[in-house]
């Protein structure tokens, strides 16, 4: 039975259909870049996208959503229920993505070079580790979506698709600034944040220091819900917006 949020009324969660593949790619890339378009820092849209969506829409669509605004996409989530799955695809559509970037390379300008040594040379030191053997989920919205009660409604959704099929926890990382803020929403509602790395590949892009961070979620029903506030936690510093 499809899974669908319909509050507020411009907004709708639905599961994904295949149709939607190209707009899910599109804004995959439109946000690729700390929730801007990737060109400046990749150029490869295709690669960039094969890499962040392929599992997602090709093995395990039944856990991807996408919200819309009056009928277009306008952000999505894409999840796993099986990790040792999801470890096994990444291991052969990491292998096949670095030979496709290996034949390109020559093409690509000093920016997308430099995202490319960054991969071989920093990214498995400065990504944090994650759990393995638990679900797992990713958001990527356009700017008219980064509402609290859109994203909410998102990973509601989500989580109770979870929590309907056995998952007992789950965890994401998501790209935060200096300081709480950008995980705040989360941890307002149960979500514990396990740790945090700066990432230096946008170095070049902005001044302030970025992090990539894990936050982790037990699931557990409260009055027919499994995302609400945790109490005595106060509503101070999140905002009506998700800047980040």
């Known amino acids: 039975m499809e899974a669908k949020v319909s509050r507020p009324k ?3 969660v639905r599961n994904y259909r295949a149709a939607d593949r190209e707009a899910v790619r ?17 150029e490869d849209r295709e690669l960039f996208a094969n890499f962040l969506t392929d599992y997602y829409l090709k093995q395990e669509p039944e856990s991807a959503f996408v919200i819309t605004s009056h009928g277009k996409i306008k952000g999505y989530l894409l999840g796993s229920c099986f990790p040792m799955k999801h470890q096994v695809h990444s291991l052969f559509q ?32 400065e990504v944090p580790a994650a759990p393995r053997w638990i679900g797992h989920f990713h958001v990527n919205l356009l700017p008219e979506v980064r509402s609290v009660e859109g994203f909410r409604l998102l ?25 709480r803020r950008g995980f705040r929403l989360f941890e307002r509602y149960g979500f514990k944040v396990l740790n945090r790395s700066e990432i230096t590949k946008y170095k070049r892009f902005t001044n302030r220091n ?12 409260e009055r027919d819900r499994l995302l609400y506030p945790v109490r005595g936690l106060a509503d101070e510093g999140v905002r009506s917006r998700l800047e980040e």
């Open 10 to 12: 411009a907004l709708q």
């Open 210 to 221: 970025v992090y990539l961070c894990t936050v982790v979620k037990e699931l557990q029903e």
């Open 94 to 125: 990491n292998l096949l993505d670095a030979l496709t970037a290996l034949t390109r390379y020559l093409r690509y300008k000093p920016a997308s070079r430099r995202f490319l040594h960054w991969i071989l040379l920093n990214a498995w030191r």
């Open 155 to 179: 990973l509601e959704t989500y989580l109770r698709y979870l929590y309907e099929r056995g998952v007992k926890r789950v965890h994401a990382q998501m790209v935060t600034f200096d300081g």
């Open 26 to 42: 599109q804004l995959c890339c439109d946000t690729g870049f700390l929730g801007n378009p990737i060109d400046p820092v990749f």
